[in-house]
């Protein structure tokens, strides 16, 4: 065919100057070649439909649900122990793993390193997260004890007021809801955060600590607050309600996290994550002493321990990522720029870090 459109176009000149005529014959079948490779390309090219949206590219199917867990995080330890979340995805074809975590920090860096795509901890650690640029979303809010969260001394330690802590050798997890309880406690009393010996250490590092004496106060969370008022001889300095009072549940609740990518693709997945979640706060709030015995195997606590754990446990509501929810974080995250403890100030509220569906899931 093309050959016949390259002799059609030779023949108008056939009979003119050789030179010019070899000229003609390479500007024909130049000519011809460019018409064939346009036609081509309009065959590659996509119709132009008024239905796009079969054109975008779906997501990749979902057959793992990566879950991070810590101790403190009580729903999501309920669902793992009970399997629910596994009973619901398995006719989707989909499975689930679990990791565990010592506190929001390291939770929140396996998420960004892909070991995990949903987890729970603090609202603090997201904040040192967020300064660090790492990628993750608050997908919902989770309220709880106000009582669990406390800052211990021994029984014998001449510390009697937040006053004393002046000075004195005070643990935490880096990045906890500790992190921020100690700097806002510190300030109730007109002292700064320099004005004490901070030493981030996690539970399991702290707890032997503690028991030596090389600490002077430890801030901790339950269940290793009950753990540790049980068994030993510890004093109450003050807890999350003490330095917050009737705020304590908005300023310093804990969240559930997820990966951006699992937020974008998989939302139906991450609704009946949360489903499940809430479903494990009416049950453990309305049968704590059953809640209870499940906690303390998996925890590997007394039974004695996890009822008081669990009798402090709150509302345990799971909550959409509210304006009102994120203004407590914000005060934190503003306090901590503040203090230099993050590099950066950062708006909480941003909307690449937060979830915020058009309804109740």
Same mark, same amino acid.
């Given at each position: 065919?093309?050959?016949?459109?390259?002799?059609?176009? *030779?023949?108008?000149?056939?009979?003119?100057?050789?030179?010019?005529?070899?000229?003609?014959?390479?500007?024909?079948?130049?000519?011809?070649?460019?018409?064939?490779?346009?036609?081509?390309?309009?065959?590659?090219?996509?119709?132009?439909?008024? #239905?796009?949206?079969?054109?975008?590219?779906?997501?990749?199917?979902?057959?793992?649900?990566?879950?991070?867990?810590?101790?403190?995080?009580?729903?999501?330890?309920?669902?793992?122990?009970?399997?629910?979340l596994e009973k619901r995805l398995q006719p989707l074809g989909i499975s689930v793993t679990w990791n565990e975590f010592s506190s929001t920090a390291p939770l929140l860096d396996g998420m960004g390193a892909g070991a995990i795509v949903f987890g729970g901890g603090g609202g603090t650690g997201s904040v040192f997260a967020?300064?660090?640029?790492?990628?993750?979303?608050?997908?919902?809010?989770?309220?709880?004890?106000?009582?669990? %969260?406390?800052?211990?001394?021994?029984?014998?330690?001449?510390?009697?007021?937040?006053?004393?802590?002046?000075?004195?050798?005070?643990?935490?997890?880096?990045?906890?809801?500790?992190?921020?309880?100690?700097?806002?406690?510190?300030?109730?009393?007109? *002292?700064?955060?320099?004005?004490?010996?901070?030493?981030?250490?996690?539970?399991?590092?702290?707890?032997?600590?503690?028991?030596?004496?090389?600490?002077?106060?430890?801030?901790?969370?339950?269940?290793?607050?009950?753990?540790?008022?049980?068994?030993?001889?510890?004093?109450?300095?003050?807890?999350?309600?003490?330095?917050?009072?009737?705020?304590?549940?908005?300023?310093?609740? %804990?969240?559930?996290?997820?990966?951006?990518?699992?937020?974008?693709?998989?939302?139906?997945?991450?609704?009946?994550?949360?489903?499940? *979640?809430?479903?494990?706060?009416?049950?453990?709030?309305?049968?704590?002493?059953? %809640?209870?015995?499940?906690?303390?195997?998996?925890?590997?606590?007394?039974?004695?321990?996890?009822?008081?754990?669990?009798?402090?446990?709150?509302?345990?509501?799971?909550?959409?990522?509210?304006?009102?929810?994120?203004?407590?974080?914000?005060?934190?995250?503003?306090?901590?720029? #503040?203090?230099?403890?993050?590099?950066?100030?950062?708006?909480?509220? #941003?909307?690449?870090?937060?979830?915020?569906?058009?309804?109740?899931?």
């Amino acid at each position: 065919m093309l050959r016949q459109m390259i002799n059609k176009i *030779l023949g108008v000149f056939k009979g003119r100057e050789l030179f010019k005529y070899q000229k003609i014959k390479v500007f024909a079948v130049l000519f011809v070649l460019g018409i064939g490779l346009s036609l081509a390309i309009a065959s590659c090219a996509p119709s132009n439909s008024a #239905d796009t949206s079969a054109q975008k590219p779906q997501a990749p199917k979902l057959t793992v649900l990566k879950m991070g867990h810590q101790k403190g995080m009580a729903l999501l330890n309920i669902i793992k122990a009970q399997g629910s979340l596994e009973k619901r995805l398995q006719p989707l074809g989909i499975s689930v793993t679990w990791n565990e975590f010592s506190s929001t920090a390291p939770l929140l860096d396996g998420m960004g390193a892909g070991a995990i795509v949903f987890g729970g901890g603090g609202g603090t650690g997201s904040v040192f997260a967020q300064a660090g640029d790492k990628p993750f979303v608050r997908v919902a809010a989770g309220t709880g004890s106000t009582r669990g %969260s406390a800052i211990l001394v021994q029984e014998n330690s001449p510390i009697k007021t937040l006053t004393d802590l002046k000075g004195k050798k005070v643990a935490f997890a880096k990045g906890s809801g500790q992190h921020y309880i100690i700097v806002r406690a510190l300030e109730k009393v007109g *002292l700064k955060f320099t004005d004490i010996q901070p030493l981030y250490l996690t539970p399991a590092e702290a707890l032997p600590a503690f028991e030596r004496g090389d600490i002077d106060a430890w801030l901790i969370w339950d269940p290793y607050t009950a753990e540790a008022e049980r068994k030993l001889r510890t004093r109450l300095l003050a807890d999350n309600s003490t330095v917050f009072g009737d705020k304590a549940a908005l300023e310093s609740p %804990s969240f559930y996290y997820a990966a951006p990518d699992f937020v974008r693709e998989h939302q139906d997945i991450l609704k009946i994550i949360l489903q499940e *979640l809430e479903k494990a706060g009416t049950w453990s709030r309305e049968n704590y002493k059953d %809640s209870a015995k499940l906690l303390s195997k998996v925890y590997k606590i007394d039974l004695k321990t996890m009822e008081t754990v669990e009798e402090r446990g709150g509302q345990r509501e799971v909550l959409p990522v509210t304006n009102e929810v994120l203004s407590g974080l914000q005060r934190m995250a503003d306090t901590f720029y #503040d203090l230099k403890i993050i590099p950066k100030k950062i708006d909480i509220k #941003d909307k690449n870090y937060n979830w915020i569906p058009d309804q109740k899931w």
